[in-house]
T-cell receptor, first 113, second 112 residues
Framework: GEDVEQSLFLSVREGDSSVINCTYT??????LYWYKQEPGAGLQLLTY?????DMKQDQRLTVLLNKKDKHLSLRIADTQTGDSAIYFC?????????????FGTGTQLKVEL | EPEVTQTPSHQVTQMGQEVILRCVPI?????FYWYRQILGQKVEFLVS????????KSEIFDDQFSVERPDGSNFTLKIRSTKLEDSAMYFC??????????FGPGTRLLVL
């Protein structure tokens, strides 16, 4: 079955860039997502990328996709304390319509002053 | 901006009791989902629902679970006889024409 893995923790200083990595096993993944979860809160969609793209930029966020290595990363530029949260990558295949998301384990990002 | 809402935000129940978790998806969305997240673990898919029927379910979604869209706005998850291991955060999500699922804030269920 599908599997999505992430490192558990990342600590950065405010103002630095953060890079959160994710690997997945399903070669038929078509969409890959990044969600943010703040303590006690729900899942906020940050961005997503279609599998025929290798990069997507949205303000401070840059998503890189290496489909050959099945590796996805999320770069947050100028990381702020408000970025402290758990970040989940997720994948779906055969298009997003109706298909379940498979989530990674989540990476806890801690931003220090 | 439209959003998915869920009620209640917290529910405490006794083992063996039935619970119903409620969700109001985004109004023009067609696909509906339930996921759960046991404390400290990853978010797991439970079930997807389209055109008034289940389109996919996971092995977690056994006979104790059921879903229903009783009217044009609500989407419910029922657990018939709760177990201790059902304690988790339950998220509802909905999907429209696009490719992104939008999640509600979750219901935290505690089974004692």
């Amino acid at each position: 079955g599908e599997d999505v893995e992430q490192s558990l923790f990342l600590s950065v200083r405010e103002g630095d860039s953060s890079v959160i990595n994710c690997t997945y096993t399903d070669s038929s993944s078509t969409y890959l997502y990044w969600y943010k979860q703040e303590p006690g809160a729900g899942l906020q969609l940050l961005t997503y990328i279609f599998s025929n793209m290798d990069m997507k930029q949205d303000q401070r966020l840059t998503v890189l996709l290496n489909k050959k290595d099945k590796h996805l990363s999320l770069r947050i530029a100028d990381t702020q304390t408000g970025d402290s949260a758990i970040y989940f990558c997720a994948e779906t295949h055969r298009g997003g319509g109706g298909n379940k998301l498979t989530f990674g384990t989540g990476t806890q990002l801690k931003v220090e002053l | 901006e439209p959003e998915v809402t869920q009620t209640p935000s917290h529910q405490v129940t006794q083992m063996g009791q039935e619970v119903i978790l409620r969700c109001v998806p985004i109004s023009n969305h067609l696909y509906f989902y339930w996921y759960r997240q046991i404390l400290g673990q990853k978010v797991e898919f439970l079930v997807s629902f389209y055109n008034n029927e289940i389109s996919e379910k996971s092995e977690i979604f056994d006979d104790q679970f059921s879903v229903e869209r009783p009217d044009g706005s609500n989407f419910t998850l029922k657990i018939r006889s709760t177990k201790l291991e059902d304690s988790a955060m339950y998220f509802c999500a909905s999907l429209g024409v696009g490719e992104t699922q939008y999640f509600g804030p979750g219901t935290r269920l505690l089974v004692l």
